[in-house]
């Protein structure tokens, strides 16, 4: 579990967070929604440790991140995974090598143990075929595939996605998300996914909040968000015409029938 507690962040006097709190539990896909530019990116950087709150609290399971020393900070990241919107895949490398960088960086197993966990992994996102493929080979879903199996390789205890679907085609996309919705469940890790794509808030949003001018206008589920009476958020959410037509059949289903 991940808890914020009041986060403040400036640029240049500019504020940019305004006193988010959040839960972000263990097991369940925590997404953080918003527009480009509403905080979100800044929000996540701060909670994994690339920025500094200027004001307020990320506690990990209770330990204060931001008050740890710099040991204990980097004994923490080695409890994290992280996937990148771009995949960030080594392209002089090949896939088996890119899944065990991680792994030789920070494990102390033996090279057969740390190939077998790359492996391991690899297969778990259905990818055991082409461990001696380039990440050029590949397609971009299977890139981002590549990208889970190395953030799984160290066994974190956190996982981090920063728009794990940009650039993928819908189909592609649902197979991700349902992916690091089922590793997030089997591995009973705290996932927090960046996200403005309704197609994976409606699928795995289990827990959600959403971000607008740097505040939190709003949380719930993806079964609370059609009821949502937030101005922003529907405004957000409802752009699209097809989500707004979905709202509007679901409250005429519920509307009493007229005298």
Not at 97 to 108: K, Q, R
Not at 126 to 138: F, Q, R, S, V, W
Not at 159 to 185: R, Y
Not at 232 to 248: H, M
Request: aromatic letters at 8%; hydrophobic letters at 35%; a neutral charge.
């Amino acid at each position: 579990m991940i808890e914020l507690r009041s986060i403040y962040k400036l640029f240049d006097g500019r504020e940019v967070l305004h006193d988010i709190s959040a839960r972000f539990e263990s097991g369940r896909t925590n997404l953080i929604i918003g527009q480009s530019g509403s905080g979100k990116t800044v929000l996540m950087k701060n909670i994994v440790g690339l920025l500094t709150p200027d004001r307020g609290e990320v506690l990990y399971h209770d330990r204060n991140f931001i008050q740890m020393s710099r040991r204990e900070k980097k004994r923490l990241r080695q409890e994290m995974g992280m996937i990148f919107q771009s995949a960030a895949l080594f392209d002089s490398m090949s896939v088996l090598e890119n899944v065990m960088f991680p792994l030789d960086m920070f494990s102390a197993d033996t090279y057969r143990d740390r190939m077998r966990r790359a492996k391991f992994c690899l297969d778990r996102v259905n990818l055991a075929d082409a461990i001696d493929k380039n990440p050029g080979e590949l397609s971009g879903g299977m890139q981002k595939r590549v990208a889970i199996a190395r953030a799984i390789a160290l066994n974190p205890k956190y996982l981090f996605c920063d728009e794990p679907n940009s650039g993928l085609d819908p189909k592609t996309s649902l197979v991700i998300d349902e992916l690091i919705h089922d590793i997030t469940v089997e591995y009973d890790m705290t996932t927090i996914i960046n996200t403005h794509d309704m197609n994976s808030v409606l699928g795995i949003g289990e827990s959600i909040i959403f971000i607008c001018d740097g505040r939190k206008e709003w949380e719930g589920s993806k079964h609370d968000i059609f009821k949502s009476k937030n101005e922003q958020l529907n405004k957000f959410i409802f752009a699209s015409d097809l989500l707004r037509k979905v709202k509007e059949e679901q409250e005429n289903t519920h509307k009493p029938p007229q005298p």
